[in-house]
């Protein structure tokens, strides 16, 4: 069945870029979008950006000038960079498969990031 | 940017009842493009409803979906234990993607 994992650092230093991998098996990165999805600790959730499996890419704007979403479709995985983060940025963050129809139908366990010094 | 509120924000109800969701649109979801999730504590959404009406692989069919333009529904015909969690919608027609703030279903 189709599985995503996060990995990445746990603990990020405030003004650092924040880093993640996602890990896909049982399926292909080279159909559907791959998303980013955060949820900050008791709280709701925010869609950070997608990619497409030709490579292009949609960001939302709130957070579009400071991340960066990068497809390897040769590891199958993809990946999350957010620059220049805050305590604000602290959430569990989310992989999942978009699909134009069926939302966002697989997703990660998640993992939490905590911006702190 | 399309703005979803959801309502109630908590919604108490006893095993068995029916639970009747809202969603609400800022804008049109033109395309139809609408998703419920559920989540329990410390566990990834899980799709359960997406294209207004259509139940994800493995949804029981206790749950439906409902609406269109700016209303949708998510409605848990009778409510089973399992069932107690959080459940968000999300618009997947317009860039930003949205979710609402959510509605808590817990045990009354």
């Known amino acids: 069945q189709v599985q995503l994992q996060e990995s990445g650092p746990a603990l990020v230093k405030p003004s650092e870029t924040l880093s993640l991998i996602c890990t896909v098996s049982?399926?292909?990165?080279?159909?559907?979008?791959w998303s980013w999805i955060r949820q900050p600790p008791g709280r709701g959730l925010e869609w950070i950006a997608y990619?497409?499996?030709?490579?292009?890419?949609t960001y939302n704007p709130s957070l579009r000038s400071r991340v960066t979403i990068s497809l390897d479709t040769s590891k199958n995985q993809f990946s999350l960079e957010l620059n220049s983060v805050t305590a604000a940025d602290t959430a569990v963050y989310y992989c999942?498969?978009?699909?134009?129809?069926?939302?966002?139908?697989?997703w990660g366990q998640g993992a939490l990031v905590t911006v702190s010094s | 940017e399309i703005v979803l509120t959801q309502s109630p924000g908590t919604l108490s109800l006893s095993p068995g009842e029916r639970a009747t969701l809202s969603c609400r649109a800022s804008?049109?979801?033109?395309?139809?493009?609408l998703a419920w999730y559920q989540q329990k504590p410390g566990q990834a959404p899980r799709l359960l409803i997406y294209?207004?009406?259509r139940r994800a692989t493995g949804i029981p069919d206790r749950f439906s979906g409902g609406g269109s333009a700016t209303d949708f529904t998510l409605t848990i015909s009778r409510v089973e234990s399992e069932d107690f969690a959080v459940y968000y919608c999300?618009?997947?027609?317009?860039?930003?993607?949205?979710f609402g703030g959510g509605t808590k279903v817990e045990i009354k």
């Open positions: 999300q618009q997947y027609d317009t860039s930003p993607l949205t």
């Open positions: 804008q049109t979801v033109s395309s139809s493009r």
């Open positions: 990619i497409h499996y030709s490579g292009s890419t």
């Open positions: 049982g399926a292909s990165t080279t159909t559907h979008y």
């Open positions: 294209y207004v009406s």
């Open positions: 999942a498969r978009h699909d134009g129809l069926n939302a966002d139908d697989y």
